[in-house]
């Protein structure tokens, strides 16, 4: 029989389907087709020989991976079984070995136990672009089903993995930032170590981001095609040179003989930014002589998806004897994105020993003028090795803003202030913190004019009824080399466990605003988006991967939830900067600033929790 699609096969479950009917596909060996590194799609015969069965030791021949793949990891066939023509040949050539293509693999995928393809009934059917349908052969109902815990806990032993869990990541996480010794120095400002040992009067805080999907409007999904002696690939996609050479090396062609037509991204914010679904469509493509329209399901795209890492954060203040701030002392644990994906673009600390990821780490390297600052930056390996890290909107300061904009309101709390006047006492403007030209003109005294301007609109201080507070929080983001300031105040209702938000306040200076409508649209959406971040959506990881991939367990913001809001921007003729990340980060901090007003009770996991 012609293959037409690929076997479904639920949850995960994704469909292709090659646009004309193709040839006869040869036979896959029934041996063990286990492979080892990180081609996540198990390319099987659909000519009658029954499928492999889930194996516990690697294909002969796999290689070893980089780093990522440490002791021997091995990406499980089965997540997801693409029936297609497959040789050996086939096999060695969709088996990539390089570091870059081992980030592919993101996480030990579920093993469907097969039975004998069966005929999928017309109701799993999609148009294959064959007239008169076809059948799809597939996994038996009862294969097909997630297996039970236990069943995961069974994996090889090389698999260190499989039974993670969100507690797992976080009590690493909290291990390496109580090691006073760990991670990469990113700002090092006066004697902290000195002013800490100094100070009999202290005050520590641990704060929490957990996992976080994209959940992109449009599924990951491409088309490709080999014509000419060349691949052209259409599909959405945010950075085309992080993939063409991974395609490339894949496929063992030229990256000149790749081509890559970019569409509207349906979604991206980060998500797009690999391009990891081009490859089992680049291969089923060449492997059918046809062209092949890949579309992940829903389930399919979370389980794969390069999610925001899970994160802990440790402060310690340290105040000196007439009570003033001396010290602040902050280290930061997370998978980082950048050391799987791009490690060229790691950074140097700033002692010149080790690197850091920027976009796990900035937004620490904040505009408050300390005489002692010091911040360490620190690579959650169980994180990296777990999941693939990936970049999502706001990057780095959407979760270090969360820790640090919480705990300056702590200090503010611990001294007796107020915490929107503590802030302005902090934003001087003096020395490093006066800015720079041509993007930093005006430094921290911009910061503190759109905290003012915030402060005025929402008539910061006034009274309000029992179980109600306003909070406020800063931003910079997305990075110090150039910021785009802003400031949110967040009015809360606590009823309960029930967090309301009434309203949200933020002023902006992005410079000019070239374009006034585009840039309400952006600072609405990323607003929004950090509401929803802060009270709405999230997941966790359960033995090795994340639970919720649906949108009937993974909740985003609805209608119904959102505030009325009023978002300014100053009017300048500064250089312009970004509005499509700066407008989340301060968000979730006012919202947990304003519930500790409302209260007296202090949080510090996102998404929030009563």
Not at 383 to 408: D, H, M, N
Not at 433 to 442: L, N
Not at 566 to 580: R, V
């Amino acid at each position: 029989s012609k293959v037409r699609r690929m076997a479904i096969h639920s949850p995960p479950r994704m469909i292709a389907s090659p646009l004309v009917s193709p040839r006869q596909p040869p036979t896959v060996p029934r041996a063990s087709l286990s492979v080892a590194t990180s081609f996540f799609w198990n390319f099987i015969t659909a000519s009658g020989v029954a499928p492999p069965t889930a194996s516990t030791g690697a294909a002969p021949g796999c290689k070893k991976g980089s780093a990522r793949l440490l002791e021997d990891r091995t990406c499980l066939v089965g997540s997801v079984q693409v029936v297609i023509a497959a040789g050996k040949e086939a096999w060695r050539k969709a088996r990539p070995t390089s570091a870059g293509l081992n980030m592919l693999c993101p996480r030990p995928p579920q093993i469907c136990l097969p039975r004998p393809i069966e005929t999928a009934p017309p109701s799993a059917a999609i148009h294959s672009g064959v007239a008169g349908g076809s059948t799809s052969p597939r996994c038996s109902p009862v294969s097909a089903a997630l297996p039970s815990s236990s069943a995961r806990r069974r994996l090889p032993a090389g698999v260190k993995t499989a039974s993670v869990s969100e507690a797992d990541i976080f009590a690493e996480g909290k291990r390496l930032v109580d090691a006073p010794s760990s991670g990469t120095l990113f700002v090092d400002v006066g004697d902290t170590a000195v002013a800490m040992e100094a100070s009999d009067d202290t005050l520590s805080a641990t704060y929490r981001t957990g996992t976080v999907l994209h959940f992109t409007l449009e599924p990951q999904n491409a088309l490709v095609e080999f014509r000419d002696g060349q691949c052209h690939v259409h599909a959405g996609n945010q950075w085309q040179s992080l993939i063409i050479p991974v395609l490339a090396e894949s496929l063992e062609m030229d990256e000149k003989d790749i081509v890559l037509h970019t569409y509207y991204l349906g979604g991206g914010f980060g998500r797009r930014l690999f391009g990891d679904q081009m490859i089992p469509a680049a291969h089923a493509a060449r492997e059918l002589g046809k062209p092949v329209k890949l579309v992940m399901t829903r389930p399919a795209d979370s389980l794969f998806d390069c999610v925001r890492s899970p994160s802990v954060a440790r402060f310690d203040a340290a105040f000196d004897t007439e009570g003033a701030l001396a010290a602040v002392d902050h280290a930061a644990a997370a998978g980082w994105p950048t050391l799987a994906m791009m490690p060229g673009f790691l950074g140097a600390g700033v002692d010149g020993a080790g690197k850091f990821d920027g976009f796990s780490i900035n937004g620490a390297d904040h505009w408050y003028s300390l005489a002692n600052h010091r911040v360490r930056a620190i690579n959650n390996e169980l994180a990296q090795k777990t999941f693939l890290p990936g970049w999502l909107r706001s990057v780095g300061p959407g979760w270090i803003g969360w820790g640090v904009e919480s705990f300056i309101d702590e200090i503010a709390a611990r001294l007796g202030v107020d915490p929107l006047a503590y802030r302005l006492s902090l934003l001087d403007a003096q020395g490093r913190q006066a800015g720079s030209a041509p993007m930093q003109v005006g430094g921290a005294s911009r910061l503190a004019a759109v905290l003012e301007d915030v402060r005025n609109r929402s008539r910061w201080g006034r009274s309000l009824p029992a179980g109600e507070g306003l909070g406020v929080a800063v931003a910079h983001g997305q990075e110090r080399a150039m910021p785009t300031w802003s400031a949110c105040v967040a009015h809360v209702v606590v009823d309960g466990s029930e967090v309301k938000v009434k309203k949200l306040w933020q002023t902006l200076d992005c410079g000019t605003v070239v374009h006034p409508d585009g840039a309400l649209a952006q600072a609405e959406g990323a607003t929004l988006w950090g509401l929803s971040l802060a009270l709405h959506e999230g997941t966790q990881f359960e033995n090795g991967q994340v639970l919720d991939r649906n949108l009937d367990s993974y909740t985003p913001l609805r209608m119904a939830d959102v505030p009325e809001l009023a978002i300014k921007f100053m009017d300048n003729d500064e250089f312009p900067t970004g509005l499509g990340e700066p407008p989340m980060i301060a968000v979730a901090p006012a919202i947990g600033n304003a519930i500790f007003a409302a209260t007296g009770r202090r949080v510090r996991d996102l998404p929030i929790r009563l």
